[in-house]
């Protein structure tokens, strides 16, 4: 497999599972996701050992070079996005739009509330040094991606689904369904397991919302919208402070699933749908471990 088809294939795979549904996966020709993209390296380059990592930065790169001296690496894959495609995350942030409708947000509302987060975003990222990452790979030779939303639309689904086809009626058996997932039980063997952050075990769970895609949190402000939408519990990667003392006092459960698991989950099973046989073989770094689901 080449180091495009490698890529287009994980596209095809986030684009299978968005939110938004086949509507706009049929009249989508070209690559969405401004925060997944091949950041250096020739695209007709074979691959056969990649190294993944969720956050990949110039000691990943630096060390992704000291393991090519004694074994071959082909490409080096990240989770979060550098360059060009952390400078345009915020571009991926309208999938959020979608996910709320589905929750009874009028559409109208979800998208003027949430452009202003996305504005907020934008202008956050300004700041930062985007290409140092990449530069290092230049500099080494090192052909380097990342695989940000295209993963996370993987992880979003299979939440999903997963609380859609159980139907859990207590916070309690939802945290008993993450823990039967094997990246969300491996990291709570170091304290990273999902908890509840707001809300009781015995509390009954209400409608669902998942976030787990869209490129960050979503708007701050959706809460009380949320709730008057009937929804009840927000199962996260991750809540920050900012967003936290907005939610509160807003009676609605919250359960944070774990940042760094959930990233893992959304690339093994990118993985394993983009190389059902195994025929690359994944050295994971940077909080990442492989696990196959198939």
């Known amino acids: 497999m080449t180091l495009k088809e490698f890529f287009q294939k994980s596209v095809h795979c986030g684009l299978k599972h968005d939110p938004r549904g086949k509507r706009f996966i049929l009249k989508t020709k070209n690559n969405p996701y401004a925060d997944s993209q091949i950041l250096y390296g020739k695209p007709n380059r074979e691959i056969r050992r990649i190294l993944v990592g969720i956050d990949i930065e110039t000691a990943e790169i630096l060390m992704a070079d000291k393991l090519r001296q004694k074994k071959n690496l082909d490409l080096v894959v ?33 998208k003027q509330i949430m452009q202003e987060r996305i504005m907020e975003v934008e202008r956050k990222l300004l700041s930062a040094n985007h290409l140092r990452t990449v530069d290092a790979a230049r500099l080494l030779n090192i052909p380097f991606m990342c695989l940000h939303t295209v993963a996370d639309n993987l ?76 929804v009840r519990t927000l199962i996260c990667m991750h809540l920050s402070e900012e967003h936290f003392k907005k939610i509160k006092d807003k009676n609605l459960n919250i359960i944070i699933a774990g940042h760094i698991s959930s990233d893992t989950l959304g690339l093994n099973l990118l993985l394993d749908e983009v190389d059902p046989q195994k025929r690359i073989e994944v050295v994971s770094c940077s909080g990442f471990k492989r696990i196959s689901h198939n």
């Open 78 to 110: 990240a989770h979060h996005p550098e360059g060009k495609a952390l400078l345009q995350l915020y571009k991926v942030m309208v999938v959020h739009n979608k996910i709320l409708e589905k929750m009874g947000i009028d559409k109208d509302i979800a």
């Open 155 to 230: 992880v979003y689904d299979f939440i999903f689904k997963l609380v859609k086809k159980t139907r859990p009626q207590k916070i309690k058996d939802i945290l008993d369904l993450l823990y039967e997932i094997p990246e969300y039980k491996y990291d709570s063997r170091y304290g990273a397991g999902p908890r509840i952050l707001l809300g009781k075990p015995k509390y009954k769970t209400g409608k669902v919302m998942v976030e787990m895609t869209g490129g960050t949190e979503g708007s701050k402000e959706i809460f009380d919208w949320l709730y008057d939408a009937g």
